[in-house]
């Protein structure tokens, strides 16, 4: 069924179109990923449990040309010491200017594992080249790391890499998700601290998205830990999912196969020990550096959108004062637009 405000305003709120039957445009549907099943994951107790199986599930690839991304953080680190001379994947950003500290990092995981380090120069041009080739396959406008994720497994194709792994599903299943994790929210907080950008402030028509946090109703308060289990899940996933399968390259994240067999420890975590688990592999697999903080796929959005004034076209607000949002937000408005305009110009 076409509803294009809808569409719009689940774009905003969560950065993927949540309702499956719901797409912008007719002819133009957009499916979902779908996590992997309860039933299908393994569970962990320790640090040396997660150890273990995920070197069991990479020795399933033996024999193949394998590649990793590989940032500044744990959790690819980790996956990059099983995977002693693979090539090596780490975007480098403005010429190398940005996060400097990140691609030191990589650099020093790639030489102590031995894997060949590639750069994945990413700049505006890059992502612009980039972007209407990953909206069209997802049918709906994307992730601000989709393009950059498309270039760097374009680059490994043609090194030859037959399988590139991720480390993306760690922090939703080992308790990285230290802020949306900081307190027992009530209704009302939660949604407005999930909620990417809210409709009403940029859309000219737009619809509530309230009715999926409803699904998580516990009273006056949420159940956050379940909304992330499966929307957060969903909305990570789908951009990796979808920027790999335009390259025609397969990935593989053994993270996405465990689940953690006691419960998240809270406590620790708002203590200052996200992922604990997972700070442990990494104090065992490289024992001599400090462990890192928890850091996010980079993207320069806020020096792309510095000087942009804004969406021109009627679906948006005319009063929209540009300085009161981020460059992720900015990023959304922009990815939007540029969206509608490719569909409505073909």
Known sequence: MVDKKYCMSSYMAFRYIEDDSKDFYEGMEHCCI?????????????????????????KIFEGKKKGIL???????????????????????????????????????YAKYYGLLLHYVDISWDTVALHLDAVMKAKNAPVHSIEPQILQAALQAKDDGVELMFVGES?????????????????????????????????????????????????????????????????????????AFAVADMPYY????????????????IRNGESKYLIRGLMAKKYPEISVPDKVTMPRPVDTYFADWGGPKRHEFRKDLDMKQFSGNQKWQMYCLERFLDLNEAE
């Not at 779908?34 to 990479?58: A, F, G, M, N, Y």
């Not at 099983?82 to 990092?105: D, N, V």
């Open 34 to 58: 779908k996590p992997v099943p309860d039933e299908q994951r393994i569970l962990v107790h320790t640090s040396d449990d997660i150890d273990r199986e995920i070197e069991k599930q990479i």
């Open 70 to 108: 590989l940032s500044g953080g744990m959790d690819s680190a980790i996956v990059a010491s099983y995977l002693g001379g693979s090539h090596a994947y780490t975007f480098r950003f403005l010429g190398g200017e940005f996060q400097k500290e990140e691609l030191a990092r990589a650099e020093y």
């Open 170 to 242: 760690s922090d939703l299943i080992f308790g990285g998700m230290d802020q949306l994790l900081a307190k027992d929210w009530t209704f009302e907080e939660f949604m407005k601290r999930y909620i990417f950008t809210n409709p009403e402030d940029v859309l000219a028509e737009s619809e509530s998205m309230q009715y999926l946090f409803e699904r998580y109703r516990k009273g006056s308060h949420i159940d956050f830990l379940s909304f992330m289990d499966d929307v957060f899940s969903i909305e990570s996933s789908s951009s990796y999912f979808n």
């Open 253 to 268: 994240d053994p993270y996405a196969k465990l689940k953690m067999a006691d419960e998240l420890d809270l406590y620790r």
